[in-house]
């Protein structure tokens, strides 16, 4: 599936589902395949469809984002060890270049 055809699909399952939490006060958790969380990222970052070749999440660390009161982002980081998500994010781009 590519990239955007999964943003057509998050996209109003962010809307519908988890925007709405979000509003209501609730902290909400995504786990998802790695595209699904890049339509995401692009989504809320307004990340550009080139830039978002870039993104390469780690694979099993929790991305964590401030909102502020209209969901756009204020802050995010990944929660862990620094250097171990370096290397998971690392290990996401080779997997990348291997399908190139």
């Known amino acids: 599936e590519s990239l955007a055809t999964t943003l057509v699909r ?7 589902r988890i925007a ?15 595209n699904s969380l890049r339509a995401i990222v692009k989504m809320l970052e307004g990340v550009s469809d080139a830039d978002i070749t870039e ?10 984002y401030e909102l502020d009161s209209q969901l756009k982002p204020v802050a995010s980081r990944y929660l862990g060890d620094a250097e171990a998500v370096k290397a998971r994010a ?10 190139k």
């Open 55 to 64: 993104v390469n999440i780690p694979t099993g660390v929790p991305l964590l």
């Open 20 to 34: 709405p939490e979000l509003l209501a006060g609730r902290n909400v958790l995504v786990a998802a395949h790695g």
């Open 90 to 99: 690392e290990a996401v781009a080779r997997q990348t270049e291997a399908k």
């Open 10 to 16: 998050v996209t109003p399952y962010w809307e519908d």
